[in-house]
């Protein structure tokens, strides 16, 4: 009988830990970028259906630590306690002449979303980097390839109001993505609830 140790593993998962966003809120956002969208030229805008705020990136993850990192998600998950947060305004990475990635900020007074990221950090150190640049809470809006002044096309996007409603964060979600030639589609694996 053949070794099956000696078998090839079977295809990496691109996974990564996002919270969702409310649609309604979605929605609003929507309707605020809306005139921005034909302004900035080789822009590629995400979908509504994308919008997540992305806690924690994993890449690359063979299917057998899969369940080893649900685990770990869940105990980070366990040990935080929900919080409430808000669309605050329009931003770019790394800077405005020379901006990558157009997205929308969300508020984190009291430190919730930097906690979810340091938390996780700790529970999935075996099998992932930590990131080492401070957390910033947002949903990516648009991407730049090559990156570009944004003052070129639009001098009133960076800082743009995007206020919403308070909404809360009660759930972490473990998402697969499915990169193609359309792009990126993401499937939900498992949802996490905060502080049970």
């Not at 030229?41 to 997540?52: C, D, F, Q, V, Y």
């Not at 924690?56 to 063979?62: I, M, R």
């Not at 906690?115 to 957390?135: K, Q, W």
């Given at each position: 009988m053949r070794d099956r140790s000696g078998r090839p593993e079977a295809k990496p998962l691109r996974l990564f830990v996002a919270v969702d966003v409310p649609p309604a809120v979605q929605d609003g956002l929507a309707v605020a970028i809306a005139s921005y969208r034909d302004r900035i030229?080789?822009?590629?805008?995400?979908?509504?259906?994308?919008?997540?705020?992305?806690?924690?990136?994993?890449?690359?993850?063979?299917?057998?630590?899969?369940?080893p990192v649900r685990a770990a998600i869940g105990s980070a998950a366990s040990a935080a306690a929900p919080f409430q947060t808000a669309l605050t305004e329009v931003g770019v990475f790394p800077s405005a002449r020379r901006a990558?990635?157009?997205?929308?900020?969300?508020?984190?007074?009291?430190?919730?979303?930097?906690?979810?990221?340091?938390?996780?950090?700790?529970?999935?150190?075996?099998?992932?980097?930590?990131?080492?640049?401070?957390?910033?809470?947002?949903?990516?809006?648009?991407?730049?390839?090559?990156?570009?002044?944004?003052?070129?096309?639009?001098?009133?996007?960076?800082?743009?109001?995007?206020?919403?409603?308070?909404?809360?964060?009660e759930h972490l979600v473990l998402y697969q993505s499915h990169l193609s030639p359309r792009g990126a589609t993401y499937e939900s694996l498992e949802v996490f609830a905060l502080g049970r």
């Open positions: 030229p080789l822009a590629r805008w995400t979908g509504l259906e994308n919008w997540h705020v992305t806690v924690k990136f994993l890449g690359t993850t063979w299917p057998r630590l899969v369940d990558r990635v157009v997205w929308a900020g969300l508020s984190d007074p009291d430190g919730g979303f930097a906690r979810l990221a340091d938390s996780l950090d700790g529970a999935l150190g075996e099998f992932v980097e930590p990131e080492r640049r401070p957390f910033t809470p947002h949903l990516t809006l648009a991407r730049l390839t090559p990156p570009r002044d944004i003052g070129e096309f639009t001098s009133d996007l960076v800082g743009r109001s995007v206020a919403s409603e308070p909404f809360p964060v």
